[in-house]
């Protein structure tokens, strides 16, 4: 039988009490799902994972969490500038599916001897989603993870996530309304 790997229960935040982004909200996510969560820009859904996360806490409600990944949008900003990928990936992760991994996300093992800069956008978001599922998540949150691929490595990437749901669970902040109707078990407006 599935579990919950998220549990959102009546969930109220608003920077300004007078102007709240979430009240009473509730959302469950089992392992083996997608959700999509989709909003206009300030609508809230990188405060969602912010408090997900446990970086922000709600006036009240509560959140359950399994064992959490995160992939961000800005693949920059999520691996320190100084050191090659392969450190910053062996201290969160262990290394035994490296090599699948690195296969499924068409990238060559010398890039994770080279410093962020070194690689592209694509290159450098794919390595951070090695990095998430070597740490082998419960819960995936996937901030707009595909917008610096192009089309064709989208759809790839996409797919890899996917073939992944059996062990986790997953939600992902979209503005592509494509992509959420192609992949997620239910869309979740902000």
């Known amino acids: ?22 009240e009473n909200f509730s959302v469950f996510l089992k392992q083996g799902e997608l959700k999509a969560i989709v909003g206009d820009s300030g609508a809230g859904k990188s405060t ?32 320190h500038p100084s050191y090659t990928l392969l450190h910053q990936i062996k201290d969160v ?23 962020p800069h070194e690689l592209s956008g694509g290159q450098l978001q ?12 419960q819960l995936l949150l996937l901030d707009e993870p595909t ?12 797919k890899m996530l996917i073939k992944n749901l059996d062990s986790m669970g997953m939600l992902l902040i979209t503005h592509d309304m494509d992509l959420a109707s192609w992949c997620a078990d239910e869309i979740i407006k902000i």
């Not at 262990?94 to 001897?113: A, C, F, G, R, V």
């Not at 917008?147 to 996409?158: C, H, K, P, R, Y």
């Open 1 to 22: 039988m599935k579990h919950n790997v998220l549990e959102v229960k009546n969930l109220t935040f608003g920077y300004k009490k007078e102007k709240l982004l979430f």
């Open 147 to 158: 917008s610096a691929l192009d089309n064709v490595i989208q759809l790839e990437v996409m």
């Open 93 to 115: 992760a262990p290394l035994h599916k490296l090599e699948s991994l690195l296969e499924n996300m068409n990238l060559e093992y010398n890039l994770l001897l080279k410093l």
């Open 48 to 79: 969602f994972f912010e408090l997900i996360l446990g970086n922000l806490k709600p006036q009240s409600g509560s959140i359950k969490i399994s064992r959490v990944a995160e992939i961000f949008q800005d693949p920059y900003s999520s691996f």
């Open 126 to 137: 794919r390595a951070s989603i090695v990095r998430a599922m070597l740490m082998q998540p």
